[in-house]
Nanobody, 123 residues
């Protein structure tokens, strides 16, 4: 079992920067890939970025490429999502997830989730 807790959300103006953190407790965090998803009001949960457990390879949604950076520190059991040049359309609740058993961009294949952190971006 892995428990995930996100932090770092908060109001930010368009063009701004925010760093989200995901703290993991439990065993085997270093054995799991980690992803960030987001859910805007009235919409489904959308893939943002993921990082592999072994080679630290990364994947990004088109909307995140060039603006967001996902990283992890297995020694500290943490992951992060740095977001720059934020836009109002980035407004959402951001979720950290771990342990995927399928296509990484699908929320349904991720087993462990945090409670989410709000990121409102004002224009």
């Amino acid at each position: 079992q892995v428990q995930l807790v996100e932090s770092g959300g908060g109001s930010v103006q368009a063009g701004g920067f925010l760093r989200l953190s995901c703290a993991a407790s439990g065993t085997r965090f270093s054995d799991y890939s980690v992803a960030w998803f987001r859910q805007a009001p009235g919409k489904g949960r959308e893939f943002v970025a993921m990082i592999n457990w072994n080679d630290f390879g990364t994947r990004y949604a088109e909307s995140a490429k060039g603006r967001f950076n996902i990283a992890r520190n297995n020694a500290e059991n943490t992951a992060s999502l740095e977001m720059s040049s934020l836009k109002p359309e980035d407004t959402a609740v951001y979720y950290c997830s771990a342990y995927s058993t399928g296509r990484y961009h699908s929320a349904g294949v991720w087993h462990y989730w945090g409670q989410g952190t709000q990121v409102p971006v004002s224009s």
